[in-house]
């Protein structure tokens, strides 16, 4: 038994180890162990987990639920079990549905009666072949369509019970995987969309995110954290990657001459900067740790924090199990020394002042079309109805991106898909195709910037059907508002926040809406304005609540009208205009606005 462990706490923890010896013997599992179960001494690659859970035992904490469905049988052991729920057409009961999350099955009922699968895509990128690959799948298996998350990501939906492992396996085929893309792990690695094309980023971001990846696949001791956990890369290209929503955020940085650290001169050049903490849902964003990170040496780090984690995250309150809840109660500088004891040295600070600035994000790159570093050469931003794909679009785009691009196709955090590589005379035949299939390289302003999760229609959690309603914004503003600066309008159904409502600069969250005294309710949303990311970070204000879906369009109208009446310049952003007045004076404005119309 570890030295670590006082005699206690080792007492705990061989009973603890014991109960789930037990709770395995129940289901007709093996103890672990070995076939005999003769030691109960944590070992292998699940050993940290078991540690701190019974560290957390042993303080006379008491496990969640999903903390013992992974101590009784581990997600990646159960998979014959799946097959066989698979071959007789069964669905999950809840402890198997959090399980099978660890495959990338999420069982959505009552929604949807059906698995919706979620993928794993380093960067975002992936090739033609392997997307027109998914949608023979979702059309074959699923429900003949597809989403693009605002993790650069696709979901899948409407797969069967029988076709789930079918589903799991053809993503293998195709050079895919959907590995620990739900539940307690490590979720899709983020990179910038324009990585190694775009003339104005610092550094290309693909090698990290790709890194991070397998690095992630083929260490089993990364899985079963205490809760989710987001890594992004952004190399400050000129599409956000918002990277300060996630728990790890890598920023670019340009380091000028002079810096020193203990004494040690700083090598000039580009670095990436630390950001911990991010989780909008929970209002906060990832806060600068002073700490810079060589490229290089940017897995390893990731690695040390995370173990720090997987140690001493919360595991007896999912509400509080986020990283964001060590380094609150923690503060960075011993959640820095613990990571420093991990990697065995110290991490170099930096003093902002030897910071260069960053390039400015250009809000509409993912529409359009973009010139790439490469002469001669050009992305292609497809807008797409807030992330939705038919599989003859997707198949379109697949030998779109293969005849006219390089073969790649790149997903963006904005919900939408860039085809790269595209020679200046072949322009006008990727415009000319994407028309054909009801598809446009064009948008209006509001529509570029809106987001939406999949909603009551696929999300038990859901308040309101959040897609729905974004096209219900957007058809009743365009005729009647005409925006001559970028507004992210972002809609999300719950409290998990998926569409990240809290940094739109329009935010709004599903909400079930009181109509009578009886307790009768309808789908709405309480509305939030004036949040943002990067040098604009900052959670949106509540501004209304209990607003019905039916009138959200009516009140996104006159917020925008508000703005682009009473702004102080006509360059002033919506944003600065919010966060320039409380919230009562901006009811008043908005409300005469209403008033009028």
């Known amino acids: 038994m570890s030295d670590d462990f006082t005699p206690e706490q080792k007492r705990y923890l061989e009973g603890f180890t014991s109960g ?6 129940a289901r007709g599992l093996a103890p672990l162990g070995g076939a005999g179960g003769a030691s109960a001494k944590p070992s292998g690659p699940d050993k940290e987990h078991a540690e701190a859970q019974a560290r957390t035992v042993a303080a006379g904490g008491k496990l969640v639920d999903q903390e013992k469905w992974k101590a009784a049988e581990h997600p990646f052991d159960a998979y014959a079990r799946f097959k066989e729920q698979a071959g007789a057409g069964v669905y999950p009961k809840p402890e198997d549905n959090f399980r099978w999350r660890y495959h990338g099955l999420f069982y959505v009922a009552p929604a949807q009666n059906s698995y919706m699968c979620r993928l794993r895509i380093p960067n975002g990128i992936l090739k033609a072949w392997q997307f027109a690959g998914v949608a023979d799948l979702a059309e074959m298996l699923g429900g003949g369509y597809s989403h693009v998350t605002t993790r650069a990501n696709l979901q899948v939906r409407e797969i069967s019970a029988e ?8 993503l293998t085929d195709l050079g895919l995987t959907a590995k620990g893309s739900g539940a307690d792990n490590i979720r899709n690695v983020t990179g910038s969309a324009t990585a190694g094309i775009d003339p104005l980023e610092l550094l290309d971001t693909r090698p990290h995110a790709r890194a991070w990846h ?6 089993r001791s990364l899985y079963g954290l205490p809760r989710k956990f987001n890594v992004a890369f952004d190399g400050a290209g000129s599409i956000a990657t918002l990277e300060d929503t996630n728990d790890i955020g890598f920023q670019a940085i340009e380091v000028g001459e002079g810096a020193i650290f203990e004494g040690q001169p ?6 990436y900067r630390l950001a911990l903490g991010g989780i909008t849902g929970h209002k906060d964003l990832a806060r600068d740790t002073g700490v810079i990170v060589a490229p290089s040496d940017a897995i ?5 924090i995370v173990r720090v984690f997987i140690a001493n995250g919360n595991r007896t309150d999912r509400n509080k199990s986020r990283l964001k809840y060590v380094l609150d109660a923690w503060g960075f500088d011993t959640f820095l020394a613990a990571v420093e004891e991990k990697l065995g040295r110290r991490l170099i600070r930096l003093d902002s002042a030897y910071v260069k600035p960053r390039p400015v994000y250009d809000r509409l790159a993912h529409i359009g079309v973009h010139a790439q570093t490469q002469p001669g050469l050009n992305w292609i931003g497809v807008a797409l109805p807030v992330g939705k794909l038919t599989v003859q679009q997707m198949r379109v785009i697949a030998t779109i ?3 006219c691009g390089d073969g790649d196709i790149r997903l963006t955090v904005w919900q939408n898909l860039l085809i790269s590589g595209v020679p200046d005379a072949k322009v006008e035949d990727v415009l000319a195709n994407l028309q054909a299939i009801g598809l446009s390289a064009e948008t209006s302003v509001l529509r570029a910037g809106l987001i939406a999760c999949t909603g009551a229609t696929g999300c038990k959690f859901a308040g309101a059907h959040t897609k729905e309603d974004a096209l219900a914004i957007a ?3 365009e005729p009647r508002i005409t925006l001559d600066q970028p507004v992210n309008i972002h809609l999300t159904g719950c409290h998990n926040s998926c569409a990240q409502h809290y940094i739109g600069d329009l935010g709004l969250i599903g909400a079930k809406v009181p109509v009578s005294d009886e307790g009768d309710t309808v789908p709405g949303y309480h509305v939030f304005v004036g949040g943002g990311f990067g040098v604009e970070g900052g959670m949106g204000r509540e501004f209304r609540t209990n607003v019905k879906a039916e009138d959200a369009p009516a009140v996104v109208e006159a917020i925008l009208r508000s703005w682009q009446t009473h702004r102080a310049a006509p360059e002033e952003s919506f944003v600065a205009f919010a966060r320039r007045h409380d919230i009562a004076a901006l009811q008043a404005l908005v409300e005469q606005i209403g008033d009028a119309a």
């Open 401 to 403: 991106a293969q005849d």
């Open 163 to 170: 076709d789930g492992a079918s589903f799991l396996e053809g």
């Open 214 to 219: 397998h690095h992630i696949l083929n260490d």
């Open 20 to 25: 789930m010896q037990s709770a395995r013997t």
């Open 266 to 271: 700083i090598a000039p050049g580009i670095w």
């Open 475 to 477: 058809a009743h503003c």
């Open 300 to 304: 390893a780090v990731a690695d040390a």
